[in-house]
């Protein structure tokens, strides 16, 4: 026997949906579904974020009330998911817990229950994530299960039909019930008709064994069902009210079939007794850090660097939260002021602002977001180069070091043959050289002063990253120079752009909080408008920050990648590769590289420019091998671009790269974006603790 669950998504700040169209959502959606539960008796579960229930208890506070009692009378079955609909692995840590904290609030409030089971929001999950689940006393989290299945083939198939442990970081897990998105496409296709009901329904015979087996039927959308959206010209045509109708058709069929049970999801936590359940799973991977359901081309790129300016208004948010976090060490406001804040703050990230928003409701989050920040921007410092969560100490898979917040004091104007004790800097017609006790950079001038080697001596005496020159790989695909510190930015059907030119550098010399430093600018023309690019050079410190300044007008829409880091292979051990980075939780994330093809930069679909990158949520992403590394921070108050990680084997050794991108392209890219655009990051030396 197959025991079908069925799990409705209720979400009135859907992107493409007006606001003037929310009325008409709850009459043909949310009662529709609410009538199947009660009226015809089919166990079904709800998921919804805490805001959608309060906007709906202000339109038609009946509805909620019907909710409320339904769930009583265990005819429904709630599922939470939190405040908003914001993406886990995309947002910090300390963000993450109140998005919890304040669902289970209102959920308590308006329903007078607490769910125990949580859906990952748009099934974007993480490792990191797992904690905060455990710390609310969730049960179980529903998770798709066909994007992790894909990149673990060793995983038993039958693992699809019983609950498993999801591991996180720091040894917490949680059981997982699983979504399918295949199967939910294939339910939303019978319900508007696609499919017949009879193909369906074949369809799923396939999974009835011989024993008792529990499978998603449904785990997506209410809106879609006698609504349109409006996300997609390639949506069915809306005729007449008549899915519901053929939904309750399907629920009797089932029903009155012998093949099949309808359940609950939390049923699905009764199998207990079978050898394939509750076994220890890593949902994540190497190449996908962060799986996302459907098909490719919807991955999480989708929220972070493309919409309509999903990077500018992610700083927004890592500016407000960073504010937001000060205020509430100054005592500056009341305690109901800063839960105000983070009930705000976490609306503001919602998922829902950054994909197919209608352009009234983008002109009003635009002008909300804006003013928010203006306001903080009063009240309260934060310094240009601090780390959100304000450590330094780094430590990540056996690798220890620093990453300096340095307070940069405006120093004096030098040349390359000054004598300044501790520094020894020389230039020819094409590199610049600058040594000191604890950085040794060779900066190419030819190339818009992309480096050419950087030696951290204290660490290794080999260089960690570089330039790769033409030919060094056998891989004619790897056939190419690969610089660091430079910039790519690839649109349709023109060349791409790039900083690889020609420049003079100008020097300037100061000190700070952390001793003396050398700074190299140099400004590089391209057809998109100036490129200003400043490197700092420290005498005491194992470490160097880049300062990048597109003075664009807008921003060319294409894939956009900078800060680019080419790690030199002679230098790591490539049994012992990995990347670590945070997505969402307060834990490192860790990933062993050795033996993958990792290309999170390649194209998801014809029209999608990338198909996985890095939350990096606390602005850090650590790589390197066993003894040695390289720590790099970013400020996402500046840009919150999503780093994204190259990696490949390849004789004699490997390639592999970090990079950071600044926008890509989707099908929901409708507007030019705004110049220009600034990025900082530092680049530090790590090693094997003692």
Known sequence: MLKLYSIFHLNLAYSSIPESKR???????????????????????????????????????????????????????????GYSQLIAPLVPAQVNKWNLNIGKEIYEQLLHSMPDLWYVNEQAYSAGIVEHYVRIGAKAIIMEWNNPRTLHPEWNEEYRYYPQFAIGTNSYKIPVIWNDSITFQKFQRAAQGDI??????????????????????YGNDAEIFDFRPGRFKTEPELNTLHEWPKIK????????????????????LESTDVPQSYVPL???????????????????????VTGRNNVHINTICYEICSKVLWLSKQHEFSREKLDELQKELCYLWSSDFRTHITPERWESFLLKIENKSKELKRSTYVSEYSLLNNKSTISANGLQGRI?????????????????????MKQDKRFLHITTHSVDVVFNCKRGLAIQRLIFPEISSKPLLGTIQHGYFRDVSLSADWYSANTVLQRSGKSQLTDLKNAQPILDWGAGDVGEWIRCSVMVTTDAGPVKKRFTVYKDIPQIDIDIMFEWETIPHGSFKTGMITLMPESFERKDMFYATHNGG?????????GSVISHDAPGSSIVTASHGLGATEGIVVIGDSEKGLAVSYDQTVCAAMPMIVYKEALPSFFCRLMFSCGEMDESKVQPVPGPLRFVLSISGLQKKD
């Open 196 to 217: 017949d009901i009879e193909d369906f329904l074949s369809y799923l015979l396939v999974p009835v064994g011989k024993k008792d087996r529990n499978f998603c039927l």
């Open 23 to 81: 009325k008409d959502v709850i009459q043909r959606c949310f009662w529709p579904l609410l009538r199947l539960a009660t009226e015809d008796k089919i166990p079904i579960a709800i998921e919804s974020p805490a805001y959608t229930l309060e906007l709906v208890a202000d339109i038609d506070p009946s509805w909620i009330a019907k909710l409320q009692k339904a769930i009583k009378s265990k005819f429904v079955e709630f599922i939470g998911s």
């Open 404 to 424: 300096y917040k340095v307070k940069k004091v405006q120093g004096e104007n030098i040349n390359v043959s000054s004598s300044i004790e501790g520094f020894n």
């Open 586 to 594: 307060y834990d490192f994330e860790v990933f062993k590289m050795t």
């Open 282 to 304: 890593s949902l994540e991977s190497p190449v996908q850090p962060i799986p996302v359901k459907k098909q490719p081309k919807y991955n999480i790129t989708r929220w972070a």
């Open 249 to 268: 058709e399907l629920y009797h069929l089932l029903r009155d079939n012998n093949n099949f049970r309808l359940i609950f999801p939390s049923n699905v």
